[in-house]
Structure formats: C-alpha cells, structure tokens
C-alpha cells in the first residue's frame, strides 16, 4: 500500500473521520490502492450503510463531472510546486483533501494515480448517474446483416444482425451503449481511457481484450475470449462486481441474484461465422437470437414451450431448415401464417 494510504487521516475505516473525510479516504484508496474484491465490496458496503455516505461521496466526486470549472481548482492556485502538476493531478489533489497535507511538504515527490485506473472509474462510474444519454455516433445493422465497424481509437467491433450501438468517446472514457442485439469488441489497450460498455443495468468494463454481449429482452449475456472483463450491476445502493477472465460467462437477468460466472461450453461468437451455438438453452434464448435473421413475427404461444431446452448449432442463412428441425427435435408444431409470421405450440399426443 502507498505510504499515503497508511495515514489514518486517509483510512476509510478510520472512526474518527467525519463522513466527508471517509468520503475522500475511500477516494483516495480508489486512486492509488490496489484494489481486491473485498475492498470493492466494503466500499459498496459503506455506501449502502447510510444514505449520508452516499451524498458525501457524490458531493465530492461531483467536481470530476465539472471539469474545467475554475472554481475547482481555485484552493489550489498558490501551492507550490503544485503547479507543475497537470490539471488532472491538481484535481486529484483537491478532491482527495490533500491539499493540507502537501502545502507545506517542499519538494513535493508527486505519486502518479494510475491514470485513473480502471477499478477506480469502475466504481465511481456507476456511484454516479451518467449524464451522457445515447449521444454520440450509431451504428446498426438491418434483419440477416453483420458488420465489421473500426472505431476511433483503434478497437473493432462486430455488430450481429439487427444490432445497435451508441459510441461516445472522451479523453478518459471509450463508452458503447449496446440498445439490442449482439456484439463482438476486440477493444485496443489504453490503460487511460476504460472501454465501458452499458446494456441493459449491466456495465462492462474493461481496458482491452476481445468479449462478446448479447443483449436480450431481460437479459445481458458477456462472454470473455481474451483478458479479463468486470460486470457490474448497481440497484439501489447496492453494487455487486463480477471479474471474468478468458473461457468465462455471465449472464445478467433482470430483477434476479447476479450469478457467478460459469466455464464456457461453446465458441465465443459463432454467429460471426453464420453459426447459432447452443448448450442446454432455453428455447426462449434461441428464438430472440433468431428473430434477428427472420423479418416477422415468431410467436410462442405458451410458457411452457418458451421453456424447453435444446443443444445444436443452426445456420443463420437458412433459417426455414432451423425451423423444420425444432419441429423434428422438440414436442413442438411450427405452423406458418404467410411468410412473416410463425407461431409455436406444443404437440398435442
């Protein structure tokens, strides 16, 4: 742990601190401490303990969204040598309550914060309400279509079919909001700027590798191929993180327990090969991956038929074969009103 952090003035778990003081402590352990899972979940837990903790750390995380306001850094215009620091160190200085302790320390031996580093703007991302909107530039594909898009800073995506993204980039975040469908990110490395992606109440972050979200009606599904993924899920005060490497998934459903994410049984984005790939999926799952190839309606006309499960791989440029084969393999009647319309029931014995 940096010397800093050792100071009790800068310990969150220090009882003498007034809530502002834990406020900035728990700031400042986000900045430059190497943070374990448990130190995520005490800091969740500290939020979640009173509603002050919560106002406190907004008050004072507030100003990162303020950026450029003069009044932010009017405390810190006659240190010395604080002037040498970047405006992103001077706030970092500020709004951490160093400002005191550096005043009268000459020379200043400046301890970088990690450009931010990615746990940190894990967490405060998601303590915060995003005020960006779906601003940005989109892209989307139509019924049956996938496409390869390079973004700016050198990242790929591949969108599935009938798939949309916003994409909002700044000098400390890559931001995609994933509105439905599915997509593959190859995410370039900046350890300065986090990649994030929000579908859904599920955030992914990242700093570069190469993962696949499927974003379906109640649920965001991550599958990592390369790296190591962060899902984050906040309702009400209460956040719950999970870390994903290389050969894991997650699935997020809504309003349900965040799990723990399972070893995968399949390839990672088939259906950038013209493969739909299923293990024991309900065939709920399979229809909302399909409907993007088929441009009617597929009805399901009970629960029950929803909920059986079927293992098999499925080509995306014959969908009418995919079809007769559900008809074949399941307790099922696929009936056709016209061509763009298909209702499921279950075979009557």
Known sequence: MNNILKDENYNPENANLDVAGQARAWLLRLEMDDMETTDWQDFSDWQSADPAHMKAFEKTERLWGGLGNEAAFSELEDLEPLEQLSWREKLTVWRTGLADKLRWQKPLVWVPAVSVALICMVIISLVLPSSDGLEGLVYETDTGEVRIVSLEDGSIITLGARSRVFTSFSDFERKVTLVQGEVFFNVS????????VSSGEAQIRVVG????VNKGRQTTRVDVEEGLVLVLVQRSSKLTIRELDAGKS??????SPLPEPIVLTLPIGGWREGRLDYFNAELSEVLADVGRYFKGEIITQDKAVAELRLTGTFKTNDINQLFETLAAGLPIVVAREGNDRIILTLRQD
């Open 189 to 196: 490395k900046d350890a300065n700027r986090p990649f994030v």
């Open 209 to 212: 590798t190469m993962f696949n």
């Open 250 to 255: 997650l699935t997020v459903t809504q309003d």
